[in-house]
């Protein structure tokens, strides 16, 4: 099949102004001079210069913001060149000076100008660029210059990075292990030779062939899917006109790298209420895992969007600008506010793109092995070595800046999967459990198109866990360590807000909602961000002594195992939500708003009973009272506080907007630590729950709470003082 787009940039050349602004600079490298110079008049002459080919011209022209074009309309003044030392720290091997241009001299980000000494040593700069070694890096110079991300250079750096991974990455030739087979059904590409068209085929039909799999997002555009209905149809042949954009592409991909096989969930999942998802979710680390690698449209909102894209190859490309036997000078993007577009653009990198905020999208991004990622203007390819893409192609150096906080998730597939094979086993189960609350949290912030997919998503992970370990799991805690899964906690989103006196909304800094029929004690009945209250451990480097459990509540009576399946189907199996019944100390209290900087953003816990004038200051430092009666949302509260010494913390898991008086905490477990350089201090974590009704002792969670104390008697509990008797409660 014809590959989209052959066409490529021409680089290093330059208009007349560039080249003699280029030679002038070159002269300066040596001292600390600077110099300035008329350039082109204006911004439409700046363009037409990029559009007829300047390299440098392309650079400023992308270097340049929405807010300073509308300013330089307005300014008759021409456009001048500044040229001055560079920010970066100098040294004989490399040379710096930086490159601006504008009306004033930081209207454009800098340009860098470097001149690398040629020595044995200079390939190895931090700002070593891969066109000093072309030699080593002709595949990706030319995919540099490609004019569309899915050009035929493309594939031939593609099979490079393949190869290298596949014969040199152990980690990355670890497949799946407790094989279930082949992918239940693939697409065959190879099956008309006069044809696009593909067809459906059994995967045991396709031996041990590699397999492609699509990672993409459906979107509200309803792509072609198989049904029970048009099974034998699609057996028979798949027209190619019926594909949506983002197959066809994927399809593209796979026959230029001669794969023959291709798995698409839509086409290869009998869709609907009598299809297979619910047998083939649980299947998908066999699928993913023993994929030769996942094709990503990581740009793409829909099916129809496609993995391809148009791309200005001059306008992020480094530059050669001269090299002779002793030094290559050559421009590239300083790294500053806006450094290279691939390295640090939000919706291009892995982990970022759009594609990488749907919640299926975690799961196949872990277990592939190797991801390619068709961004909006650059091909990363990411396996469990790194990432990699044209313009830094070198496993062994860091391809993004430490500020960006790139998490590796495919690691945390290894980390499972070398996990000790051994059922129940209780070292095994602590580093699962480690592992587990990293993915929840970080699944927690994707999106779902169907809220009943919570658990189906991460079912593929789930089932290394229940294979290896021999554990089981209820609407998404697992039994073995279910008392700190409890310990689940909404994070609210902020709001903006100007000025601390402005009205909050009614519902606050609040997007969690509740789901139907869930059990309320699982982080499955909530659509908000979460994360888990975790032990105690170093932070910036300081050491922490031992953490010590001085009390545990008792699981008296574990819910029932459950699938990860679509949650419909769990909540049908049970005629109410099931119920986790535990025994601990026990104390009525009650919720009080505090004001922080910008208004009302929080609650804490009181215990529902008088506070002694002898109790107060050793428990709760003096508080003023605020008149915030005008506020909607603290209007129904009778007792508005600022934070005091002491804290008692409620975080609801839905929003609060008025008082409730039947609040019971659950005391879950009580730790002490010694922090550094810090006295001893006593956490007490556990549950906010409201009675159902139903029952005297059954209950519903509404939220989490945690107690600090490090004053001189640490053991004396503000929520429990004094209490020593232990009740069951029913939680459901």
Known sequence: MATRGGRSAKPNQFCQRCNELLQKAQTIFDDSSRFECKHWPDINALSESARKGCHLCS???DNISDRTREDWKNDPQPLRAVVRQGQEERSPECMQLDLTLGKSAWDTYPISLHRHQRTATSSKLRCASIIEKKDVYQEENELAMALMTGARPAYATI???LQTCQSGHDDCKMAQSNKSGRPTRLLDLDAFRKSADIKLVNG???GTSQYVTLSYCWGGVNPVTLRTTNINDFRVRIPWSTLPQTMKDAVTVCRNLAVRYLWIDALCIIQGADGDFSTEAPRMEAVYADSAFTVAAAFSNNSEGGCFRSVSPLQRSDCLVSQDSKYTVLLKYTVLLKAR????AFDNIPGYCPLDSRGWVYQERMLSPRTLFFGKDEIHWECRKGVICAYEPDFQKPHFPPWLNYTPVKHNY???????????????IKQFQRLWVSVIEAYSRTNLSFAQDKLAAIAGLASIAQQKLAIEASFGLWLPFILDDLLWEVEPQQPEQKDWKEEPTENRNWVAVSLTGIPSWSWASTNANISFIHEPGPKTGRPIGDV???YVATVTASPPPTMFIGLDTLVSQHSTPPAVRIRGHLSKCRATPYQARFGLCGFDLQPDRPISEAERPKHYAPYKRENL?????AKHFNNVVQRGRFNCVFQPDLPV??????????LIQRIRYKPYDQPVTVRDVGLVVQPTGAKRTQYRRVGIYTEERSYRDPLSSFMFLGSKDEKEVEIV
């Open 59 to 61: 650079m400023f022209v």
């Open 159 to 161: 099979k490079k990075w």
């Open 204 to 206: 045991t039909d396709t």
């Open 341 to 344: 577009v691939s390295c640090t």
């Open 414 to 428: 290894i980390r499972i999967r070398s996990l000790e094979t051994k059922p129940h086993s209780a070292d095994a």
């Open 548 to 550: 010590e459990k001085l």
């Open 629 to 633: 009666q005008t506020h909607s949302f």
């Open 657 to 666: 907007t008025k008082p409730t008086d039947d609040l019971m905490c659950v």
